[in-house]
C-alpha cells in the first residue's frame, strides 16, 4: 500500500515539474532534467505495473529527445552564429524549448492519465 502512495507520488510530482517548465521561462537545462526524470520515472512504472491496461498506456508516454549530437550541434551554432550573430543562436535554442515544451504538454497529460488509472487501480 505504502508503495502505490508512493507511485501515485511520483506520477504528481512529474506533472508538477511539467507544470512549472510550461509557466515559467524555463532552460534547455531544465528540460533536459525533466527529460532524464521521465526516462526514470517511465522505466520504473513499465517494471513495476503489472495490469495490462495501464502497462499499455505507460509505454505510450513519449520520450523527451532534446538533445542532438555535440558535433552537429556545434557546427549548427557555428554556421548560425556567422549568419545571424547572437540572435540566430538565441532564435534556435528559442524554437528547441518551444518544441520541447508541446512534449512536456503531451507527457503531463499522459501522467495525468496515468495518475487516474493508478488511483482506480490500487483502491
Known amino acids: 500500500m505504502n508503495t502505490n502512495r508512493n507511485i501515485v507520488r511520483q506520477v504528481r510530482d512529474i506533472q508538477a515539474r511539467a ?42 508516454i513519449p520520450e523527451l529527445e532534446i ?12 554556421i548560425l552564429y556567422f549568419i545571424f550573430g547572437s540572435l540566430g543562436l538565441l532564435a534556435a535554442e528559442t524554437k528547441q524549448i518551444n518544441d520541447s515544451l508541446d512534449t512536456i504538454r503531451d507527457i503531463k497529460g499522459k501522467y495525468a492519465s496515468v495518475e487516474l488509472l493508478l488511483s482506480n487501480n490500487f483502491d
Open 19 to 60: 507544470d512549472h517548465l510550461i509557466n515559467t521561462s524555463a532552460g534547455l537545462t531544465e528540460i533536459e532534467q525533466f527529460s532524464d526524470y521521465n526516462k526514470e520515472l517511465k522505466s520504473f512504472l513499465i517494471k513495476t505495473i503489472k495490469d495490462d491496461f495501464i502497462f499499455n498506456y505507460i509505454k505510450e
Open 67 to 78: 538533445s542532438e549530437s555535440e558535433t552537429k550541434k556545434g557546427f549548427f551554432y557555428v
